[in-house]
């Protein structure tokens, strides 16, 4: 028996977009330093700030991996006008905090069109960016803000937290006639796991039960799923099992497996990176409150990042970012 093949989070993206440009020839990436970044010097030498597309360029040439200025506005627009002329863009918005400069394209232009039009127009665009705290980025450059963009109807959120699903995801979003927030936490990039060398698709929708348990359901947003993990091993030698799911998709979400699972347990704890006011935490909370309220046997706990800025000091970081020992805390209060 041949070994398990495994890739990086990293390179489960990119062999993600690199079957799909060769698939589909609408498909092209655009964004700032995807191929170096260096003024035709050096080019491809990086592959952007965190190597994701790095070989590309001289795969797909110049036409299909465009450096932008530093313009969200002007490429994210450029990215919604070549979606409704038929193309399918990936565009990279190196960090969610950007989205700010942009969010008239994406919120107004991108998420509306298609109703705008009566259906007639679709904007089939994937819009990569990175979340996420602990690498001292400070307070610009690791917010999590997919919660906010859950609130724009039009958009499609999808965060991926495990290398198979990173490249299954991302198949998926291009395919996708919809615009899809496509969010990859910057803390995963060097995880490693099981990928297959072929195409396939993981359904934008569909979440996953990461590891089934009975007393406890733990809904766990991208790198909290690893924390989430690791507890539930702690967990389980004091006789308390952990039932850990992956939503995988923000929205659209699998409301019907959260449900079934607290049905299961009675319990449900959520953890979530972003801060806790109007988070997927609270939603995912009420989703549970109006629908299981008979079947809890303890109240709904949220695991959040506290409500302030990032902190660029490392230690504050570190206490910054949910983590296991939080959720062990927590759940043992519910016994």
Do not use: W
């Not at 994701?52 to 932008?68: I, M, Q, W």
């Not at 232009?109 to 298609?114: G, L, S």
């Not at 699972?261 to 939603?283: F, H, N, Q, W, Y």
């Not at 695991?303 to 296991?324: C, M, Q, R, W």
């Amino acid at each position: 028996m041949t070994a398990e093949r495994k890739l990086t989070y990293r390179d489960a993206i990119r062999e993600g977009m690199a079957l799909e440009m060769d698939r589909d020839p609408s498909v092209f990436i655009m964004g700032e330093d995807l191929s170096g970044g260096l003024g035709g010097k050096i080019r491809d030498k990086g592959g952007g700030v965190f190597r994701v597309t790095r070989g590309l360029l001289p795969r797909f040439g110049e036409e299909r991996v465009r450096d932008t200025p530093i313009s969200e506005s002007a490429f994210v627009g450029a990215g919604v006008g070549a979606a409704i002329t038929g193309m399918r863009p990936i565009v990279e918005i190196m960090h969610i905090d950007f989205m700010g400069v942009c969010m008239d394209q994406i919120m107004n232009q991108a998420a509306k069109i298609r109703y705008m039009f009566g259906g007639q127009i679709q904007v089939p665009m994937v819009i990569r960016t990175t979340i996420g705290a602990g690498c001292s980025a400070a307070a610009q450059h690791s917010q999590n803000l997919y919660s906010m963009l859950v609130h724009i109807p039009g958009l499609k959120v999808v965060l991926p937290a495990t290398p198979y699903d990173a490249k299954g995801l991302l198949i998926a979003a291009i395919r996708d006639n919809d615009p899809v927030i496509y969010s990859e936490n910057k803390m995963l990039y060097g995880e490693e796991g099981p990928v297959p060398e072929e195409e396939y698709l993981v359904p934008l929708g569909k979440g996953r039960v990461v590891r089934e348990g009975k007393d406890v359901t733990v809904v766990a947003l991208s790198r909290m799923l690893y924390f989430a993990l690791e507890a539930a091993k702690f967990l389980e030698k004091r006789g308390i099992s952990l039932e850990v799911i992956d939503p995988r998709t923000l929205f659209p979400l699998d409301e019907e497996m959260l449900i079934n699972s607290v049905t299961k347990t009675g319990r449900l704890v959520i953890m979530d990176e972003d801060t806790p006011r109007c988070s997927m935490a609270s939603e995912i909370a009420a989703i549970i409150a109006e629908n299981c309220f008979d079947a809890l046997d303890a109240p709904i706990r949220r695991i959040n990042a506290p409500h302030t800025p990032v902190p660029f000091s490392p230690e504050l970081e570190k206490y910054y970012v949910p983590d296991g020992e939080r959720l062990i805390s927590v759940v043992e209060k519910m016994f």
